[in-house]
C-alpha cells in the first residue's frame, strides 16, 4: 500500500481556535507530503495574496496516486485540505494519535507527537518554533521561511516514524490493527461532522439567556425574604451551608469613623476603612449523616440537597437554590457559552463547529468540546435551525 503523509502548518497560533481551519480568520501557510519516495513542502499563503492554486494541484495529484493519507491529529490536517477543496472523500486514512491511543489501552488522552514519535526511534518535534516564536507572542506566518519548512519536515518524519513503527507493532495483531483501522475510518465521518457543525440561531439564544438571568433576578429576591442581606454569594457552598444548617458569614465592608490627628490645631476629619463583618445564620434543616466536610462545613452538592428532610421555609429555600443552579448552569453552558464560543472561535453564518474527540474517553467513547455538542439541553435545542427547505 502506497503511503502519504500529511502534514500542515497554519496561522492562528495566539487565537483560541489554535489554528483551525473552521476559524476563517486563520490561513494554512504550508502543506508537507512525505511518502518512501519524495518530500515536499508547498506555500499555501505564507505570503497571503501570493498564487498558490499550483501548489493545490501538486497536492491533489499526489494525493490521488496514494493509496492511504497518513496524519498525527488527522481531523486537523483534513479539515485544512476540505477548507482548500483537495480530494479527501472516500481516501483511507491512518490516524497516529487515534492508533497509538488504542495501543495504549486507551490510558493516555490527545498523545502527542513527541513523545509518541520518540516511543518508535525518532528524535521527536524540533522545538524552536514554539519557543522562540510562539511563545514570544508571534504567528506561523511569521516564522522565517527556511525555519518554517524545517520544522514541518521535521514534523512530518516523526510521523512517518511513528506510521511505520505501529505498523510493526501491529505485524502480529490483526485484529487490534483492524479496529484501529475502522476507528480511524470513523474519524473522517466526524471530520465532516466537525466541518458541517450545527445551524443555532444566536440571536434566539441570547434573547433566552436574558429570559433565564430575569429568573435569576427573581430567584434571588425570593431567597433574600428568608436570609435578609443581599452579599450572600448563593454560587458559594460555604455561605450556602451556612444558611442552610448554620453558621456564621464573614463579609468585606467600609467602616467610615472619625480620624483625629495628633496635632490639636487640625480638625477632625472622615475616612473609611475596611473591617469584617461577621453575620451568624440559625440552621434551617438538619444536614445529612456523613455529610460533613473536612472544612467544617457541610456538603451543599445537589443530590445531598434533593435528599434532606426539609420542611415549609427550609425546603422552599432548598428548591430555590437547585432552581437557581440549573438556570445559571443552562445560561453559562448554553444560552451564554455558546454564542461566547461562537464569537471567541470566529465561526460565521450562526454555525457552530463543536469538536468531537476519539482520543479522551477511556471506555472508546466519542467525547465533545468546545462547545459540547452532546446532550444538549431540550431548551438549548429548542433555538436549533435546519438548514434544509422545508
Known amino acids: 500500500m502506497k503511503y502519504l503523509v500529511i502534514d500542515t502548518e497554519s496561522t492562528g497560533a495566539q487565537r483560541p481556535s489554535k489554528g483551525s481551519a473552521l476559524d476563517p480568520r486563520n490561513h494554512c501557510c504550508y502543506v508537507g507530503l512525505l511518502s518512501d519516495t519524495e518530500c515536499s513542502t508547498y506555500p499555501i499563503e505564507y505570503e497571503v495574496g501570493a498564487p498558490f492554486g499550483s501548489a493545490l494541484a501538486s497536492i491533489a495529484l499526489s494525493m490521488d ?19 482548500y477543496n483537495l480530494p479527501i472523500a472516500g481516501k483511507p486514512i491512518w490516524d497516529c494519535q487515534l492508533a497509538e491511543f488504542i495501543l495504549n489501552g486507551q490510558t493516555t488522552p490527545f498523545p502527542n507527537l513527541h513523545d509518541t514519535s520518540r516511543k518508535y526511534g525518532a528524535p521527536g518535534k524540533q522545538k524552536s518554533v514554539e519557543e522562540i516564536y510562539y ?35 501491529l505485524h502480529e495483531q490483526p485484529l487490534l490493527k483492524r479496529l484501529i483501522w475502522e476507528n480511524c475510518q ?18 434566539a439564544l441570547l434573547a433566552q439567556a436574558q429570559k433565564l438571568e430575569t429568573h435569576i433576578l427573581e430567584i434571588d429576591k425570593a431567597l433574600y425574604t428568608y436570609a435578609r442581606d443581599t ?13 442552610l444548617y448554620g453558621g456564621t458569614i464573614s463579609f468585606k465592608a467600609q467602616e467610615t469613623y472619625e480620624f483625629v490627628y495628633r496635632n490639636p490645631k487640625r480638625l477632625p476629619i472622615q475616612k473609611t476603612r475596611q473591617v469584617t463583618q ?35 421555609a427550609a425546603k422552599e429555600v432548598v428548591n430555590l437554590i437547585l432552581d437557581r443552579r440549573t438556570t445559571q448552569t443552562q445560561i453559562t453552558r448554553y444560552f451564554r457559552g455558546i454564542p461566547n464560543k461562537y464569537a471567541e472561535m470566529g465561526w460565521t453564518d450562526e454555525i457552530v463547529h463543536g469538536q468531537l474527540h476519539h482520543v479522551v474517553a477511556s471506555t472508546g467513547r466519542l467525547s465533545s468540546s468546545n462547545p459540547n455538542m452532546q446532550n444538549i439541553d431540550e431548551r438549548a435545542r429548542s433555538c436549533l435551525k435546519t438548514r434544509f427547505k422545508t
Open 278 to 312: 461577621s453575620v451568624v445564620f440559625p440552621r434551617l434543616v438538619q444536614p445529612l449523616s456523613g455529610s460533613e466536610l473536612a472544612s467544617g462545613n457541610f456538603s451543599t452538592e445537589d443530590k445531598v440537597l434533593r435528599k434532606l428532610k426539609a420542611t415549609a
Open 135 to 169: 511563545n514570544e507572542g508571534k504567528d506561523t506566518d511569521e516564522v522565517p521561511r527556511e525555519i518554517l519548512v524545517d520544522y514541518l519536515i521535521g514534523d512530518l518524519s516523526c510521523t512517518e516514524t511513528t506510521f511505520l513503527g505501529q505498523l510493526a507493532a
Open 65 to 83: 496516486n496514494c493509496d492511504l493519507l497518513v496524519f498525527f491529529n488527522a481531523k486537523h490536517d483534513l479539515h485544512w485540505l476540505r477548507r
Open 231 to 243: 452579599r450572600i454569594n448563593w454560587d458559594a457552598p460555604a455561605q450556602v451551608s451556612a444558611i
Open 186 to 203: 470513523d474519524e473522517t465521518i466526524t471530520e465532516e461532522m466537525e466541518w458541517n457543525g450545527l445551524h443555532f440561531d444566536i440571536p
